[in-house]
């Protein structure tokens, strides 16, 4: 009886996740090969992408739809085997999920500052795709940012920035810069989202290896959204109270505690061209190794 108790409490947390947040097909599409399928390398079966997306309240003919336009849009490639279709990642699209990749999974990021100046035509669309990246606008053509810029932005002039004096004025400049406050609201719901999960599970709570993934993919699309929109400014430029780190500990705890049950349910379910997807790999462990080494080290180290 307790057990069906807790089972059930299971099901009320993972469907909590997914009151009130449609998730877009092609977006969580993207999510699954980030997570499962790109570490583990290959093409998946497009019945197992129905499937886990079935989990989360997304229907066949919306994955079917999203599949097609990424194949489209050059972000996935189709293959047969018999009368399977499979699809994997296309060569620019690894390249882009590596970079996303480095933010969830690395190690922290050098903070180096620098200003670019954009050349030559349409620099409205090449600003706003450097403001997505977490720079800051400083004029029609001239930008701020700490952290890698796109290079799909060039031609441009970028130049290296070293603080000669006023360090002590920093935190005012950047808050000049960055309007900070709508990245410390996403963090603050995602930690109101996502602990009550991580609380549960680490309490022993049962979720079955299916819905152990289910989670973990939602946790992985809703902390992918906003570390890849946040400036990743460094800590002592930040305002006080800052619940990007909290976040980012909890990202890391709950990654930790679902993988166990969630990479049994992958190398169970999800079928390539040439096989099952196995259960781990050498770019999972190191994934698991970085995020519950930064779960166990103290407070503000990362």
Known sequence: ?????????????????LDGTPLKAASFIVTIYG?????RGGAIWIGNLIEVCAGVGISETLVRTAVSRLVAAGRLAGEREGRRSFYRLTEAARTEFAAAARVLFGPPEETAWHFVQLVGSAPEERMQMLERS???????RLAVGVRPFPLSIMPA????????????ELGAFAAECWDLEPHAEAYKRFLQRF????????????????????????????????????PRLPAEVLPPGWPGAEARRLFARLYCSLSPQADLHVARNFITATGSLPMACDATSRRLAMLCGEEAAPEGSR
């Open 134 to 140: 977490g720079h800051a606008r400083l004029g029609p």
């Open 35 to 39: 997570d499962v399928v790109e570490p």
């Open 1 to 17: 009886m307790q057990q069906d108790k807790s089972a059930r409490a299971g099901s009320v947390l993972l469907a909590a996740l």
């Open 195 to 230: 602990g009550p999960l991580a609380d549960f599970v680490e309490a022993g709570g049962p979720l079955a290896p299916a819905d152990c993934l289910a989670a973990r993919l939602l946790l992985v699309h809703q902390f992918r959204l906003e570390a890849l929109r946040d």
């Open 157 to 168: 002039v970028v130049f290296r920035a070293d603080v000669a004096e006023g360090t002590g």
